[in-house]
C-alpha cells in the first residue's frame, strides 16, 4: 500500500495554509489535474467533498470527509471513490506568527489490482506534487 508523507516550512501562517487547503471548491484553479470540485457539507469540524481528477485524459472522482480542527490538522477519511484505502491528514505546525511547518501524510490503495495499474502512476505523481503546488498557492495569493 503506497504511503506519502511531506513536510515543508513556509513563511505563510498556518491559519492561512489551513483554509487554502479547505478550500476545495477553489482547488481546479491552481491543481492542474483537477477537472472539478464541489464541497458537499463545510461545518467548523468537517468538510466534505467530492474531487474530479484528470490527468491527460485518465478520469476518476473521490470524495472525503475530512474532520478538521483549523488552523492546526485536517484528518482526511474516505467516501467514495476507487479506493480500498485512502486515510491521511494534513497538520499545520505554527513557526512564529508568520510561518508555518505543512505536514501531509496519506495512505492509500486501490479497490482493484486493474485500477492500481491504470491510476496508480497518475495519483502516485499527484501526491508527490501536492504539497508543492498548496505552498506555490500560497506564495501568489499571500504576496507581502
Same mark, same amino acid.
Given at each position: 500500500?503506497?504511503?506519502?508523507?511531506?513536510?515543508?516550512?513556509?513563511?505563510?501562517?498556518?491559519?492561512?495554509m489551513?483554509?487554502?487547503?479547505?478550500?476545495?471548491?477553489?482547488?481546479?484553479?491552481?491543481?492542474?489535474?483537477?477537472?472539478?470540485?464541489?464541497?458537499?457539507? %463545510?461545518?467548523? *469540524?468537517?468538510? &466534505?467533498?467530492?474531487?474530479? @481528477?484528470? /490527468?491527460?485524459?485518465?478520469?476518476?472522482?473521490?470524495?472525503?470527509?475530512?474532520?478538521?480542527?483549523?488552523?492546526?490538522?485536517?484528518?482526511?477519511?474516505?467516501?467514495e471513490?476507487?479506493?480500498?484505502?485512502?486515510q491521511?491528514?494534513? %497538520?499545520?505546525? *505554527?513557526?512564529? &506568527?508568520?510561518?508555518?511547518? @505543512?505536514? /501531509?501524510?496519506?495512505d492509500?490503495?486501490?479497490?482493484?489490482?486493474?485500477?492500481?495499474?491504470?491510476?496508480?502512476?497518475?495519483?502516485?505523481?499527484?501526491?508527490?506534487?501536492?504539497?508543492?503546488?498548496?505552498?506555490?498557492?500560497?506564495?501568489?495569493?499571500?504576496?507581502?
Open positions: 500500500m503506497p504511503t506519502v508523507r511531506k513536510s515543508v516550512i513556509v513563511q505563510h501562517p498556518a491559519s492561512a489551513f483554509d487554502l487547503v479547505d478550500g476545495v471548491e477553489r482547488y481546479p484553479e491552481f491543481l492542474p489535474w483537477c477537472a472539478g470540485a464541489a464541497v458537499i457539507e %463545510r461545518t467548523p *469540524a468537517v468538510t &466534505e467533498a467530492r474531487v474530479e @481528477v484528470d /490527468f491527460h485524459g485518465l478520469r476518476s472522482a473521490f470524495t472525503t470527509r475530512n474532520s478538521k480542527e483549523s488552523p492546526e490538522w485536517m484528518h482526511l477519511a474516505f467516501v471513490g476507487p479506493f480500498e484505502r485512502f491521511g491528514h494534513w %497538520r499545520f505546525v *505554527a513557526l512564529g &506568527e508568520s510561518g508555518c511547518r @505543512v505536514e /501531509f501524510a496519506l492509500y490503495g486501490f479497490d482493484s489490482r486493474a485500477l492500481d495499474t491504470l491510476l496508480g502512476p497518475v495519483f502516485g505523481h499527484i501526491l508527490e506534487t501536492l504539497v508543492e503546488r498548496f505552498v506555490q498557492r500560497a506564495d501568489e495569493v499571500m504576496q507581502p
